[in-house]
Structure formats: structure tokens, C-alpha cells
């Protein structure tokens, strides 16, 4: 399974604006320049992230986005789910009944294959354990150096330093 790049930006922006609470919103422009990213394409995950209430945003010159909710309310299924969104992986189109495999009998088609069975429990087993992981999870297993380093950045940023 393949994801794209803008659930790992998502991700890194979540933990960003947990280290720096809630004191002011974060422009995307601050956030695409502390990552190296462009601007443009990361708002539109931003975007993504406040229509799916992780995230709240703030118009104006002194706007930005804050996270809408606790990290330990906020799971990693959530935020890859507002990004990529909730389709299924694995899409089977039955080709068992196309071609020669359309003269077989009925019945053999009546329950799912055991390639789209096997597939959709992995999918699962997946979905469920980024469901059990929340941000909070990511942010106590991160080295404090990575926060400090993060606050001590956007706290440059904001005196001018």
C-alpha cells in the first residue's frame, strides 16, 4: 500500500502544532518553511485536516491553523483517512468472473474470493492499529530534543531573531 506524501506532511504538522499548544495560530507559510515544503500544495492537506476537525483555522494576516482537538483524541487512522480518504485499498472488480473464469457455475461466486477475503483482513488489521495510535502516542515517543528544537525555531521565528 502506497500513501502519499501529503499524510506524512499531515502527520509532521499535527505533531508540530501539538509541541507548540495552543498560544497562536501557525501560518502555512511558517509551517512550509519549517519542513521545506511548498506552500501551496501543503495548505491543501491543511485544508483537508480542518474539514475533517482535526485541525481549526483562523483567516487573516495573524490566521493559521491550531489542532482542533487533544492529541490523545486525535488518531493516525484520522488524519490518513482526512487525507487519503476512507476508500478501501484493495478494490476487487471480480475478474474470477470475467473471461473464461464467466462460464464457471453460479455458486462459485457467491462469496467473495479468498484473495479480496485475505486483503480486506489485512486492511483491517491495518486500519485498526492506526486507529489505536494517537497523536499523544507519537509525541511521548519522540525525543524531547525534537520538540525544544521545534518551539525554539517558531519562537525565533516570531521575535524577528
Known sequence: MRMS???EWGLHCCVTLAWLGDERPVSTARLAAFFDLPAA???????????????????????????ARPP????????VTAIEGPEEAFRCTEIRQQGAGAEGPGRDFRAPCGIATAMRR??????RELAAQTLADVLAAAPA???????RWFAMERTGS
Do not use: C, H
Open 5 to 7: 506524501e501529503g499524510v
Open 41 to 67: 500544495y501543503l495548505n491543501k492537506r491543511l485544508q483537508a485536516l480542518v474539514r475533517a476537525g482535526i485541525l481549526s483555522s483562523t483567516p487573516g494576516a495573524r490566521g493559521g491553523f491550531r489542532l
Open 72 to 79: 490523545e483524541a486525535i488518531t493516525l487512522m484520522d488524519v
Open 122 to 127: 489485512a486492511e483491517l488489521a491495518w486500519r
Open 145 to 151: 530534543t525534537a520538540a525544544d528544537r521545534t518551539r
